[in-house]
């Protein structure tokens, strides 16, 4: 008997059923509803589609988990603030419901505020006096931190901070961001936060990049509550390579919630601090940005990787970096059927691309960067209209019959925004149909994190993951389309 019917609507993948069962939290059955009712027992549930599709669940290629929720639940708003005494009630009202922990505020504009002037030391002392407190301005280049916070911070008095007024400045700003420690139970409500989020958006799986020792330990905490409901495949970062080789962690290792996939590492930068690694200059500069990790470094720690039985991601987004990644995949020996991953690979070269499906990398993109691109963007800004015009080209990924998946890097979360950009990019010839952007969504991100067996598509003997769209995604832009309900294994992690 089956645990749960979904009918009556399109099965994405399937084109002649409209039901599928569940059982034991894995996908049971797919076909027609009539078929199926046969296994309907006393205790089935039916939910019913109503004509809405059932797609498989999201799987974000590329995000940093623990700070999606972060954002959400540890970090003050200001934005809304509309008077300096409304911010400082904001952070004072934090201060009172988490004693003992840093308040760290975000996104104040005195611009809006009738008293005209920013906020201050002593203003922060007066609201929150007995815990550490400081607060970024909207445009992320000054920071205004109490006492207890300055106190803190080893970098002298001068240019960069003005400790009377309590001022911090550019580079000091993430020195002291750096000090800020969330507490454990902040750490594991911010998991359980990202995790009912990604349901309502309709994830139910994601590959965590660059997680680090206190991100792997709240996801474990937050797993052993039953507080994670999204998988995640988690990407090392690269320094703590020794301690999973010493521990002879390969990949696959954990649990259907929380698993170890590889190791993430950086080739260049990125096109918006124009650190990118690129042949030919920056628009109207000298610079053309940084190669962080060049092919013999990156090839040692890829053998490294190998002999680890682990999985390399390695973030390259400029034509520079893509070479150096190709030529270290080449000295390492990396083989065809090896499938490591290259996050962003934003603006490869044709002939690049026709290497990297010769060395069976996956193509880990995220559409949501399109945002960036076109006339008068910032892509163009920085690269020139040529350049911008060839920047992530899903098209001639897919034409090579390169593995793709697509991600967001939570900027923002939701696949839908990405799938509409991929569907209706600034550069026609790069568009994707919406079946290939669901696919790269959902199979290709399960792909690309070696979970193709167990999801990724509505198939018998997968996780029962899917989603319920509001309309037809071949018919409705995907702006104009929501998330209604969200299943993880076959249990309704979010419903509209
Ligand atoms: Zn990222």
């Known amino acids: 008997m089956l645990d749960l019917i979904v009918q009556g609507g399109p099965i994405f993948g399937h084109p002649e059923a409209d039901a599928v069962g569940v059982r034991c939290g894995r996908i049971a059955a797919v076909g027609r509803a009539q078929d199926l009712a046969a296994l309907r027992g006393p205790k089935t549930q039916v939910f019913r589609l109503e004509g809405r599709p059932l797609l498989p669940g999201f799987f974000d290629a590329h995000l940093h988990f623990l700070k999606i929720g972060l954002d959400r639940t540890f970090f003050v708003d200001l934005s809304s603030a509309r008077t300096l005494s409304e911010a400082l009630e904001l952070l004072r009202a934090r201060a009172k419901e988490r004693p003992g922990e840093w308040v760290v505020g975000r996104g104040w504009d005195e611009s809006r505020w009738p008293e005209k002037r920013y906020l201050e030391r002593a203003d922060l002392d007066r609201a929150v006096p007995r815990q550490p407190c400081c607060a970024v301005r909207v445009d992320g280049h000054m920071m205004v931190a109490n006492t207890l916070a300055l106190a803190r911070c080893v970098r002298p008095e001068g240019e960069l901070v003005d400790r009377e007024r309590g001022f911090v400045f550019e580079d ?82 954990g649990s259907a919630f929380l698993r170890l996939a590889g190791v993430k590492a950086f080739a260049d930068g990125s096109i918006g601090a124009k650190t990118a690694a690129l042949f030919e200059p920056y628009r109207g500069e000298m610079g053309k940005g940084r190669v962080l990790l060049g092919r013999g470094e990156l090839a ?45 690979l934003e603006l490869p070269t044709p002939h690049q691309l026709d290497r990297l499906k010769e060395l069976g990398l996956v193509a880990s993109m995220q559409p949501n960067f399109l945002q960036w691109s076109g006339p008068g963007r910032m892509y163009e800004d920085r690269l020139g209209p040529a350049r911008d015009a060839r920047i992530d080209p899903h098209r001639w990924v897919l034409d090579r019959g390169i593995p793709l998946a697509f991600g967001s890097d939570g900027m923002p979360l939701g696949p839908l925004y990405g799938i509409g950009l991929a569907l209706d990019p600034p550069y026609y010839p790069q568009r994707v149909t919406w079946e290939e952007a669901i696919r790269a969504y959902t ?8 979970a193709e067996e167990e999801l990724g598509s509505l198939e018998v003997g997968k996780w029962a993951d899917f989603v319920v769209l509001s309309g037809d995604p071949g018919r409705t832009p995907p702006r104009d389309l929501r998330v209604e309900a969200t299943f993880v294994a076959g249990e309704l992690a979010f419903s509209r």
């Open 172 to 253: 000091a700003i993430p020195e002291v961001l750096a000090l800020v420690r969330p507490s454990q139970e902040a750490l594991v409500e911010a998991v359980a936060e990202a995790s009912r989020y990604a349901a309502s958006l309709g994830v139910t799986a994601a590959a965590d990049m660059d997680t680090d020792a206190q991100a792997l330990r709240a996801y474990a905490l937050a797993e052993h509550r039953g507080l994670l409901r999204t998988r995640l495949f988690t990407y090392i970062k690269a320094e703590l390579l020794p301690h999973l080789a010493g521990l002879g962690i390969r990949k696959g290792f």
């Open 300 to 344: 040692r720690l890829w053998r490294k990787v190998m002999e680890a039985e682990l999985q390399l991601a390695v973030h390259a987004i400029g034509d520079r970096a893509i070479e150096e990644v190709l030529a270290a995949a080449r000295l390492a020996g990396v083989g065809a059927l090896d499938r490591h991953r290259v996050e962003h």
């Open 443 to 450: 199979y290709g991100a399960a792909y690309a994190a070696f």
